[in-house]
């Protein structure tokens, strides 16, 4: 299963109103900002460079992101949109280096300290990682929690750490029940411990809140198979054909390959 961590930003949100300017790179000049706060001109800005970013357009986004930081040198958002560029682009030296720096001035920064964690996850620094996870997740008036704990259930599970793993994850579900992604998770790392019984709970709670994808049908499937249940398994199988013909998971059956 495909696990993406979660990056985190206050600030980026659909904006209401109209953009107070739009900067065109190439251009001779710029359209000059209305008489806005910095911190309202900032957050348009970081919304622009993400815009671009998503289109692969990487140097308007840079320079967005950096008048964002020009607008509001003390705004975290700025710098953590600066730091993602980074990563983007490849450039983790210094994707580090502005991590460090926004820790440093906003140590107490939830949203900083989630987003830092995923960096070093990915870069397979998991204790630093959980280091940073855990510190998200006890500050005050924190509402994401539920995130940070997935985060750093997937980075555990990613250094082979599983009972930390099942830990975090079955945290980030109390936090928030509807979290069906995790429930997947946690059936197949049940099914990974040869617990079959214990995924098969996993994946009927699954199906009270969500509807059948190629994972879940291909999770039942193994837990049928792991359980015994040779016709129930087949069952599953012929689903996948009918409802996701073109899904790995429906090939991998036909192919005898489970």
Same mark, same amino acid.
């Given at each position: 299963?495909?696990?993406?961590?979660?990056?985190?930003?206050?600030?980026?949100?659909? =904006?209401? @109103?109209? /953009?107070?300017?739009?900067?065109?790179?190439?251009?001779? !000049?710029?359209?000059?900002?209305?008489?806005?706060?910095?911190?309202?001109?900032?957050?348009?800005?970081?919304?622009?460079?993400? @815009?671009?970013?998503?289109? @692969?357009?990487?140097?308007?986004?840079?320079?967005? #992101?950096?008048?964002?930081?020009?607008? %509001?040198? +003390?705004?975290?958002?700025?710098?953590? *949109?600066?730091?993602?560029? &980074?990563?983007?682009?490849?450039?983790?030296?210094?994707?580090?280096?502005?991590?460090?720096? =926004?820790?440093?001035?906003?140590?107490? +920064?939830?949203?900083?300290?989630?987003?830092?964690?995923?960096? =070093?996850?990915? $870069?397979?620094?998991?204790?630093?990682?959980?280091?940073? #996870?855990?510190?998200? /997740? /006890?500050?005050?008036?924190?509402?994401?929690?539920?995130?940070? &704990?997935? $985060? %750093?259930?997937?980075?555990?599970?990613?250094?082979?750490?599983?009972?930390? *793993? =099942?830990? &975090?994850?079955?945290?980030?579900? @109390?936090?928030?029940?509807?979290?069906?992604?995790?429930?997947?998770?946690?059936?197949?790392?049940?099914?990974?411990?040869?617990?079959?019984?214990?995924?098969?709970?996993?994946?009927?709670? &699954?199906?009270?809140?969500? $509807?059948?994808?190629?994972?879940?049908?291909?999770?039942?499937?193994?837990?049928?198979?792991?359980?015994?249940?040779?016709?129930?398994?087949? /069952? #599953?199988?012929?689903?996948?054909?009918?409802? #996701?013909?073109? !899904?790995?998971?429906?090939?991998?059956?036909? $192919?005898?390959?489970?």
């Amino acid at each position: 299963m495909k696990r993406h961590l979660l990056l985190l930003w206050a600030a980026i949100i659909s =904006l209401p @109103g109209c /953009v107070t300017e739009t900067t065109i790179i190439g251009k001779n !000049s710029e359209r000059q900002e209305n008489s806005i706060d910095g911190a309202s001109a900032a957050k348009t800005r970081i919304e622009l460079g993400m @815009g671009y970013l998503n289109k @692969g357009q990487m140097a308007p986004a840079k320079y967005n #992101f950096e008048k964002a930081i020009e607008m %509001a040198p +003390n705004n975290a958002d700025a710098y953590l *949109a600066m730091a993602y560029y &980074y990563q983007s682009v490849g450039d983790n030296a210094s994707a580090q280096k502005t991590y460090e720096q =926004l820790v440093s001035s906003h140590s107490n +920064n939830p949203d900083v300290l989630n987003n830092y964690g995923t960096f =070093l996850c990915r $870069n397979s620094n998991y204790s630093e990682a959980d280091e940073m #996870f855990r510190r998200a /997740v /006890v500050q005050p008036r924190y509402l994401r929690m539920d995130d940070s &704990y997935e $985060n %750093a259930g997937i980075c555990a599970r990613q250094a082979g750490q599983k009972e930390k *793993a =099942l830990e &975090y994850y079955r945290l980030a579900l @109390g936090y928030n029940p509807n979290k069906v992604r995790l429930m997947l998770e946690l059936a197949e790392m049940a099914l990974d411990a040869h617990k079959p019984d214990e995924a098969q709970r996993w994946l009927t709670t &699954y199906r009270q809140k969500a $509807n059948e994808t190629p994972q879940s049908l291909w999770l039942s499937l193994r837990t049928a198979q792991e359980q015994g249940h040779i016709a129930d398994m087949h /069952v #599953f199988g012929q689903s996948l054909i009918q409802q #996701f013909p073109s !899904s790995t998971q429906a090939k991998r059956y036909q $192919n005898n390959d489970y």
